[in-house]
């Protein structure tokens, strides 16, 4: 049964689909598009009976080495307040 999951792929300047387009559009005055690949992170999360084993921290740890092969170098996590406990996630 898998217990963690997390969702990210590459967010460009030019993005077809409306939502990840005003996206883009929002964070125009702090996020460089230019010259660099973005991976956007969007969603994530794991089995409440599963939490706290270091199981979402092994995922990103794994993401981060795949982003790396795909020459993805700025990282974007986006969350929500209502999302507690993704803030403490958001900086692994
Ligand atoms: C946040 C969440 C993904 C963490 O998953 P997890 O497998 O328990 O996380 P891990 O055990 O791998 O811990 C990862 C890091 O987050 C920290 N952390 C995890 N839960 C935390 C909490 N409730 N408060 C503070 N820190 C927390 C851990 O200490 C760890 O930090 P470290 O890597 O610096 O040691 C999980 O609690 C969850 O699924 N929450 C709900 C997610 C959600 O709301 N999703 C919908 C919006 S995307």
Redesign the pocket.
Known sequence: MP??F?VGHELRLYEHDPKLADLVAQLEDCVEFDNRRVLYQ???????D???????????EEQEVWALAQRLRRDLVK??N????????S??
């Open positions: 217990v963690s997390k969007w969603i994530g999360g794991t089995r409440s599963w939490r706290g084993q270091g199981h979402f921290r092994a995922l990103t969350t929500k209502k999302f507690y406990e993704m803030r403490a996630v900086r692994s």
